[in-house]
């Protein structure tokens, strides 16, 4: 076997893979074979882990500078794209830079260049203007839901990351749609196309909730009593629905995260921390979540305000049915609202009785001590096993960040779990424990 097949199992295994579907596998040789190429593939169907394996195979693990750039729409996707990597354990350095973050901190993780550089348009193109990289080993170039950056306006940056960057030998663009060709300032000549657009469909359903309210909140409430105890988003149009909505369901003791493009960073990232690790199990978002972001396997999202453009529609189903399992798409439709076109589905849900979902059985701690701090996951499990007394059951998705971790813990733990380890020491630290 080779060193690269071993090196592959290796990560697969890191990440409790058994193996790659038919996608990555395609993926994989096709970006190990050419030079340019362009995968159309839906939301969650493992499009970063099938541009990563290829690219880290060719990374030189005794150059000191920037390899390989990795441009997205978002700070939620930079994130979660440097979190893949380092989960993938393959031993080059990455970080992620984006608007909003400190530049003391870029500073920071530039000054000990990473191998693999991921950020937003509007962050990257500062960075190059101040030089504060080189460029002369950046030869691998990935646009990763390169559309999504069109779309929001940061063609002028993209156009100008391009042309900063002269030794690019691999070009690799990725999307979840088909509606925006390939930009014209990357100088794709003739790229191979893996397009697996139309797999995996058959396994979302998408089925009407009627609403004999114009006000749709019983309804949702009697939606999410019949649905039951599972992962799920409900989608909303605007922020300001988001508050409207999650009063609600605060006022009926239901619990669940809110997400959108009004909310501080920290928040939002908090949100989606709570959202993977089961502190909560329903998280009420703006389209901002229907793409880009890191969330675990949903079984159910819900339109609670009918999506404007058929794009929006596709996306946001995206985040159920993913890595071609199944899930459900329901639309709550006010009993006189017309559907739009592209809502194409006549199956009425029947929602039977049932009482509230109940709250969530996890809560989450904080940690003050992270990665700069040399700390591991075993060290904090180490920690809340002999000094908390937690059972292996009882310990959540631990998460470790730069400068701190968060884990996820029994709620009838919290108490005693923050009482007994704050002060305590991680490696050489004195750390901090909190509930969030």
Same mark, same amino acid.
């Given at each position: ?15 409790? %893979? ?6 990555? @596998?395609? /993926? ?24 990563? $394996? ?19 729409? =978002? ?45 937003? *348009? ?33 063609? /002028?940056?993209?156009? @100008?990351?391009?042309?900063?960057? *002269? ?26 196309? %893996? ?87 329903? $998280?009420?978002? =703006? ?40 899930? /459900? ?27 509230? *979902? =109940?709250?969530?059985?996890?809560? =989450? ?32 998705? %631990? ?38």
């Amino acid at each position: 076997m080779s060193d690269i097949m071993k090196n592959q199992e290796k990560i697969l295994s890191k990440l409790s %893979i058994a193996k790659l579907n038919p996608m990555q @596998e395609e /993926t994989l040789q096709a970006i190990r074979e050419n030079p340019e190429v362009v995968l159309l593939s839906p939301t969650g169907t493992g499009k970063t882990l099938a541009f990563l $394996l290829p690219i880290i195979e060719e990374l030189e693990a005794d150059c000191g500078e920037v390899q390989v750039m990795i441009i997205v729409p =978002t700070r939620e996707l930079a994130l979660q794209i440097e979190q893949v990597v380092r989960e993938m354990g393959a031993g080059f350095k990455t970080n992620a830079i984006y608007g909003g973050r400190a530049g003391s901190q870029d500073k920071i993780d530039l000054k000990h260049r990473p191998a693999i550089l991921i950020g937003t *348009p509007g962050r990257i193109a500062d960075h190059l203007r101040r030089e504060s990289f080189s460029v002369e080993q950046i030869q691998t170039l990935v646009l990763d839901e390169f559309d999504k950056s069109l779309e929001i306006g940061f063609e /002028t940056e993209m156009s @100008e990351i391009a042309a900063a960057l *002269p030794w690019i030998r691999k070009r690799i663009l990725t999307s979840a749609t088909q509606k925006v060709g390939i930009p014209k300032f990357l100088g794709m000549r003739n790229p191979v196309y %893996i397009d697996y657009l139309h797999e995996g469909l058959p396994q979302l359903k998408i089925k009407i909730i009627l609403s004999p309210e114009k006000d749709k909140l019983e309804t949702l409430l009697k939606a999410l009593s019949h649905i039951g105890n599972h992962p799920g988003i409900v989608f909303v149009n605007f922020k300001d629905t988001i508050q409207y909505v999650s009063d609600f369901l605060s006022d009926h003791e239901i619990s669940h995260g809110c997400f959108h493009g009004g909310m501080e960073q920290q928040d939002r990232e908090r949100a989606l921390l709570k959202f993977r690790n089961g502190t909560h199990q329903l $998280l009420i978002a =703006t389209d901002l979540a229907a793409r880009g972001i890191d969330i675990p396997e949903i079984r159910f999202i819900i339109h609670y305000q009918l999506p404007m453009k058929s794009h929006e529609f596709t996306h946001r189903n995206g985040r159920t049915a993913r890595m071609f399992n199944d899930g /459900t798409a329901y639309v709550i439709k006010w009993v006189n609202e017309d559907l739009p076109e592209f809502i194409d589905t006549q199956e009425v849900e029947e929602i039977r009785e049932a009482s509230l *979902p =109940t709250a969530s059985a996890w809560e =989450t701690l904080y940690i003050s001590g992270g990665r700069r701090d040399k700390i591991s996951k075993g060290d904090i499990a180490g920690l809340f096993f002999k000094q908390g007394n937690l059972n292996i059951d009882e310990l959540g998705t %631990i998460e470790i960040k730069q400068d701190c971790a968060f884990v996820a813990v029994p709620a009838d733990k919290v108490d005693h779990l923050v009482q007994t380890l704050s002060n305590s020491k991680l490696k050489k630290k004195k750390v901090l424990v909190r509930l969030i």
